[in-house]
């Protein structure tokens, strides 16, 4: 179970976290969602698609994308949230600032998801100072702005779970319990292509940590890069089949844009993995 501010998310089954972007720039939809309106009726279609949880994000977190001032991020999130909270599902707010995470806990969001994993001024106190919310640190080799310009070097995955694990620590030292915590790796964030599917292809070696984890594969330039498509939005059949490969991994929750075709896939999966257990049962209960 994943305790945020309003719900507890039963992670037994996997969790599909459907992506609103509140921005003029992102990477895939840059602009398709900016205005309120148009992020709320996002919001409701991604639900009405499957989604289990809605992630909204009012900065771009591409490789090199400019910092946005905190008035203006505010200014785009807050608005949403605001309505957003009446869905009654889980909300969670892609930030990094902290003024932004105490201002959305306010109005009710349950989750802070956070690719600096809370290292900002203030960030892991405004998080410890609530009771219950949700919270995904992340995995991030320098910042956003420099990120794949000096990716990392070496084997990622000792690195990936030494951060994460201390981020944990520091993060439970303020009274944070540990069913409020989820880790994500970070894919794309300041790692090479051939690091980002290490991350995919050992990802049972992060759930050592002891937390369930969050991957966002969804239309990565890494997956652009192995398949040829340029275009992000194009790189959908690729990516549901990265998400899939994520959670038959063990990932507990897949951050996407596409939430149906994920959500259809993922049937496909359950289809099989419930055959395969009951496979299972049969083979145990015949064994002399």
């Known amino acids: ?27 895939s939809d840059g602009g ?58 889980p909300i969670s707010i892609d930030t990094y600032k902290p003024e932004v995470m105490r201002a959305v806990l306010d109005l009710g ?12 001024p203030g960030a892991r106190e405004a998080v410890a100072a609530h009771p219950s919310c949700g919270v995904c640190l992340m995995h991030m080799h320098r910042d956003p702005q420099t990120m794949q310009a000096v990716p990392m070097a070496g084997d990622v995955i000792p690195e990936v779970l030494s951060f994460l694990t201390a981020q944990v620590q520091l993060l439970k030292a303020l009274g944070v319990d540990h069913s409020r915590i989820t880790l994500d790796p970070g894919v794309g964030f300041g790692k090479t292509v051939a690091q980002n599917f290490a991350l995919l292809a050992r990802q049972r070696e992060l759930l050592a940590a002891g937390y369930p984890l ?9 997956i652009g890069a192995v398949t040829g498509i340029e275009a992000a939005g194009e790189r959908i059949v690729p990516s549901v089949a990265a998400a899939v490969l994520a959670v038959d991994r063990g990932a507990a929750v897949v951050r996407v844009h596409d939430v149906r ?5 993922l049937a496909v999966w359950r289809a099989m ?4 257990s009951q496979q ?4 145990q209960t015949s064994t002399p």
């Open 1 to 27: 179970m994943w305790q945020t501010s309003r719900f507890r998310i039963d992670l037994a089954q996997p969790r599909v976290m459907g992506i609103v972007n509140v921005t003029p720039d992102s990477f």
């Open 32 to 89: 398709a969602h900016a205005s309120t309106q148009a992020a709320l009726q996002h919001c409701e279609q991604l639900l009405k698609e499957g989604a289990d949880i809605l992630d909204i994000g009012g900065e771009s977190t591409r490789p090199g994308s400019p910092a946005v001032p905190l008035d203006a991020e505010l200014a785009r999130v807050l608005p949403v949230v605001r309505e957003a909270v009446k869905l009654n599902v």
């Open 109 to 120: 969001a349950d989750i802070v998801n956070d690719i600096w994993a809370l290292r900002q």
């Open 214 to 222: 969050l991957l966002g594969w969804s239309r990565k330039s890494s």
């Open 261 to 265: 075709d994920t959500v259809a896939a």
């Open 273 to 276: 993995k419930a055959q395969e």
């Open 280 to 283: 299972q049962t049969q083979e």
